[in-house]
């Protein structure tokens, strides 16, 4: 799930819908309405940050139509993909197939304010895991922080501002600081501790082209204990 900046592969911005809008169904809607939706790129962040660990087990939350999940699968992660929309697991899937990597890429399909898949994991990878569906979104991201292995790690990347070229328009997303976002999950100190709290700036492509900018939130959680 989790709508984001109009990027190719990022998640459109997406305003408010009613609170009684079944998540499900606003995200089955979203991937049903395009053949393909995102480009089937990796996260950056994810695969800088994936590059510099060895391979595991891996569970990538709203995972979209699988373009981190085949990424980490190719580089030699085990991956749990999981997402609410069953098209987009669908896609997941034949992603996986036509890459080679089907064996290595488990799809299941959770509503994750109700469930997030046990572990042990060592890597767990949110990104950009924002809608605009009302969603306990800190309850999910402590229970995924539980799911850890120790010495593994919770990377999360949220959108930290909106893109440079939008200006005026209109925007319903919480843009939290690293430090604040890391302070919603409200973790127990002696477990976890942050490994990477960031708020790094790239370049950014608007939907008629437009060039700007746009901040990510990067906050690393990892197990210690």
């Given amino acids: ?14 305003h408010h819908q009613s609170d009684t809008t079944d998540l ?22 994810l695969a800088e940050t994936a590059a510099g660990l060895p391979p595991g087990r891996a569970l990538d939350l709203g995972c979209g139509e699988g373009g981190d999940a085949v990424h980490l699968a190719a580089a030699g992660w085990h991956v749990t993909a999981v997402d609410v929309s069953a098209t987009a697991l669908a896609r997941t899937r034949a ?3 036509a890459a080679g990597v089907a064996g290595s890429v488990t799809t ?18 949110a990104q950009f895991l924002q809608t605009p569906i009302e969603f306990p979104r800190p309850l999910a991201l402590r229970r995924a922080a539980e799911a850890l292995a120790l010495g593994g790690l919770l990377l999360v990347v949220d959108h930290g501002s909106a893109p440079s070229w939008s200006e005026g328009q209109g925007h319903h997303l919480d843009f ?15 477990r976890f501790e942050p490994a990477r709290l960031d708020a790094p700036e ?14 990510d939130t990067v906050v ?3 197990r210690v204990h």
């Fill in 176 to 190: 939290l600081s690293p430090a604040a976002l890391f302070a919603s999950l409200d973790l127990d100190a002696d």
């Fill in 95 to 97: 992603r996986a197939e």
């Fill in 108 to 125: 299941e399909r959770h509503d994750l304010s109700e469930y997030v898949p046990e572990g042990p994991f060592d890597l767990v990878s």
């Fill in 202 to 215: 790239r370049e950014s492509t608007g939907p008629n082209g437009e060039r700007g900018t746009i901040v």
């Fill in 24 to 45: 499900a169904q606003f995200w089955e809607q979203h991937y049903a309405a395009r053949d393909q939706v995102w480009s089937g790129r990796a996260n950056a962040v």
């Fill in 220 to 222: 690393a959680v990892r």
């Fill in 1 to 14: 799930m989790n709508p984001g900046t109009t990027d190719e592969h990022r998640r459109p911005t997406v």
